[in-house]
């Protein structure tokens, strides 16, 4: 599973609207909820707060990772959003939010969600990655972005 596949451009947020972790989770839900025409927001969002309230997700300079399981998930999947004014997320290191990779998963899949977040973790440790996406303008950019680090770390 490759992670411009997880991320595709339908799912990717560039000028994310909003101030906030309840806004930025809402946000993302919806926009993912409209585009695989899933009425299932609420248990959606609930599966990523039930994740959240054990430690936040803002782990990484600039970056958080919410990702949650849900019977309302399929597959593995993502939605990525950009925000141009950062994110009061109450990440680890006090600092706002800039880029959200939020990962959704089914109940009973763990492997590729587990996958996944290790591909995100070693991108993540580039800082060229970060900046790269952090200046994209529209979605099919930022998902070429992904695509481009992730052709080099197979290289």
């Not at 926009?31 to 959240?52: A, G, T």
């Not at 990440?91 to 089914?106: N, T």
Request: net charge negative; proline share 5%; hydrophobic share 40%.
């Amino acid at each position: 599973m490759f992670l411009f596949d997880v991320f595709p451009p339908e799912l990717i947020v560039i000028g994310l609207k909003s101030a906030d972790k309840d806004e930025v989770f809402e946000e993302l839900v919806d926009k993912f909820c409209q585009e695989r025409n899933n009425p299932n927001r609420d248990e959606i969002l609930k599966s990523l707060w039930e994740r959240e309230s054990k430690m936040s997700t803002g782990i990484h300079k600039g970056i958080a990772i919410p990702h949650g399981k849900s019977g309302a998930i399929e597959s593995v999947c993502g939605v990525l959003g950009i925000s141009e004014n950062g994110i009061e997320y109450d990440a680890l290191d006090g600092e706002p939010v800039y880029i959200v990779f939020m990962l959704l998963a089914p109940q009973t899949d763990s492997e590729d969600r587990l996958r996944i977040l290790k591909q995100l973790a070693e991108f993540l440790g580039n800082n060229d990655f970060y900046s790269d996406l952090l200046v994209q303008k529209d979605p099919q950019s930022a998902n070429r972005i992904i695509k481009k680090y992730e052709d080099m770390s197979l290289a």
